[in-house]
């Protein structure tokens, strides 16, 4: 699986757009980037997965670079429910390596 | 469709001691994986059974084993408990197909080895 990079920690408003980053420079050319992300509490639950183009769907959007060292998850509208650690993977086929993840704070 | 489940949610060990963990798998899934999650070293994977055959196996030391049933239920096993092995032992399901399968992931058995 290829190393990801992401911040520690980000904080966004409530009703407002979210933009996580995350860098894989050294992903594959067959590997797919999938976003997990853990609510308090709670088992990992799936985000969003893709391979080269950006991909749509009712949790979220991700946005790949074209040269695929990259990636940003866009939660286009945050609640205070979306709180949360999200990891970014790279890769998945030997099972899914999860990197310390974007604790995500939303203010009210 | 239910979701993962996994037995106990919560359990105390001794050092020296051994420990099983149950998971049954969402209805139909076939691939079942196991992961280790601690506030130092993050979430980590352990190993992947698909129809009852170890597919892929992490770094973890030979104390730490597992097993699936054809039913695709599983277990996990480990002997000899060291205190850092006190974690959250999370399982997760998919249909096992393809590498971008969706993994569904249970709630955890909190193991506290004291």
């Known amino acids: 699986d290829a190393k990801t990079t992401q911040p520690n920690s980000m904080e966004s408003n409530e009703e407002e757009p979210v933009h996580l980053p995350c860098n894989h420079s050294?992903?594959?050319?067959?590997?797919?980037i999938h976003w997990y992300r853990q609510l308090p509490s709670q088992g990992p639950e799936y985000v969003i997965h893709?391979?080269?183009s950006n991909v749509n769907n009712r949790m979220a959007s991700l946005a790949i670079a074209e040269d695929r060292k990259s990636s940003t998850l866009i939660l286009h509208r945050a609640t205070l429910r979306d709180a949360a650690v999200y990891y970014c993977?790279?890769?998945?086929?030997?099972?899914?390596?999860f990197g310390k993840g974007t604790h995500l704070i939303i203010q009210p | 469709k239910a979701g993962v489940t996994q037995t106990p949610r919560y359990l105390i060990k001794t050092r020296g001691q051994q420990v099983t963990l149950s998971c049954s798998p969402i209805s139909g899934h076939r691939s079942v994986s196991w992961y280790q999650q601690t506030p130092g070293q993050g979430l980590q994977f352990l190993f992947e059974?698909?129809?009852?055959?170890?597919?892929n196996k992490g770094n973890f030391p030979g104390r730490f084993s597992g097993r699936q049933f054809s039913n695709s239920r599983s277990e996990m096993n480990v002997s000899t408990l060291e205190l850092g092995d006190s974690a959250l032992y999370l399982c997760?399901?998919?249909?096992?197909?393809?590498?971008?399968?969706?993994?569904?992931f249970g709630p955890g058995t909190r193991l506290t080895v004291l």
């Open positions: 997760a399901s998919s249909s096992g197909i393809s590498s971008t399968d969706t993994q569904y």
């Open positions: 993977i790279g890769g998945g086929a030997d099972g899914l390596t």
């Open positions: 059974y698909f129809s009852e055959t170890q597919r």
């Open positions: 893709g391979l080269t």
């Open positions: 050294t992903i594959s050319g067959t590997d797919y």
